[in-house]
C-alpha cells in the first residue's frame, strides 16, 4: 500500500473517530421522549369544521388512493334537517385497518376537504386485530377538536398538535408564489392551520412547529455540559 493509499484509507474513518469523541446524549425512554418533526406521520384523525359538522363528505377518494388497501368508506346522504357534512353526503362508514397501514399520506393528499390528517402519535399496540382496525367514531375527533385517545396509545403533549401543518398550501398547478396562503377551511378547535413553507422565504417555523432535529440533540448536549457545546 503506497503513502498515498494509506492517507485515502485512513482519511475514511474522520468522521467515525470524530464521533467517537462527542458526548453521548441518552433519551431516557419511553419516560422521555424527543420532539417530533411536524412532518412526522402518526396515527390519522377525522377533522371538523369550527361549527361541528364533519369534514369528510365521503367521497371515498382517500380509500381509491390507498395503495394498502387499509382504508374502508362508504358514503351516504345527509339528513337535510341535521346534516353531518355541509355537503350532500357524509362519511357513514369509516374504518382504517393499521395492521396493514404504512402511513405513507397518500389519503391525506387525496382529500379534497382536509378532512383526514395524521397526528404526531406513532406509538400504540393491539392486543387483538379487532382493536387495530379504527372506526369512524375512535377516527373522529371530540366537541374540542382533539383526537379519541384509546387505552392502548402513548399520547404526550404536543401530539396532537400540527395534525395538517406540514402540508404546504399551494395552488394545483404547484405555483410557489402561492405557498403559505391558507387554502382550506378552518378546523375546530384549532382554526386555521398554517401549512409548512420550504420554496419561499414566507415561513413561521413557530406557528407550524417546524424543529430542527440537529438542534434538539445541541440543545441536549449543551445542557449536559453545563452550556459548553463543541
Known amino acids: 500500500m503506497g503513502v498515498s493509499d494509506a492517507v485515502h484509507f485512513f482519511g475514511g474513518f474522520k468522521q467515525t473517530i470524530k464521533q467517537v469523541l ?8 419511553p419516560k422521555e421522549k424527543a420532539p417530533k418533526p411536524p412532518r412526522l406521520h402518526g396515527r390519522h384523525v377525522l377533522n371538523r369544521y369550527e ?6 363528505i365521503g367521497c371515498e377518494l382517500c380509500a381509491a388512493v390507498c395503495p394498502a388497501d387499509c382504508i374502508y368508506v362508504r358514503g351516504a346522504d345527509n339528513d337535510i334537517e341535521d346534516p353531518t357534512s355541509p355537503g350532500e353526503r357524509y362519511g357513514y362508514v369509516y374504518e382504517i385497518n ?25 406509538e400504540f399496540s393491539f392486543t387483538s386485530r379487532a382493536d387495530a382496525i379504527y372506526t369512524k367514531t375512535e377516527l373522529v375527533v371530540d366537541d374540542d377538536g ?6 392502548w396509545e402513548d399520547w404526550r403533549e404536543g ?4 395534525t395538517s401543518g406540514w402540508m404546504r398550501a399551494t395552488s394545483p398547478s404547484g405555483d410557489a408564489e402561492t405557498e403559505g396562503k391558507v387554502q382550506w377551511s378552518a378546523e375546530l378547535g384549532y382554526g386555521f392551520r398554517h401549512p409548512e413553507a420550504g420554496q419561499t422565504e414566507n415561513r413561521n417555523d413557530a ?10 440533540e445541541k440543545n441536549k448536549v449543551s445542557v449536559k455540559l453545563g452550556g459548553k457545546v463543541r
Open 159 to 162: 401530539d396532537e398538535l400540527h
Open 146 to 151: 382533539n383526537p379519541q385517545k384509546m387505552p
Open 98 to 122: 393499521y395492521l396493514r397501514c404504512i402511513h405513507c399520506d397518500l389519503c391525506v393528499e387525496a382529500c379534497p376537504t382536509e378532512a383526514i390528517t395524521e397526528t404526531k402519535m406513532f
Open 22 to 29: 462527542e458526548p453521548r446524549v441518552t433519551t431516557q425512554y
Open 51 to 56: 361549527d361541528g359538522l364533519e369534514k369528510c
Open 207 to 216: 406557528l407550524t412547529g417546524n424543529i430542527s432535529v440537529r438542534e434538539v
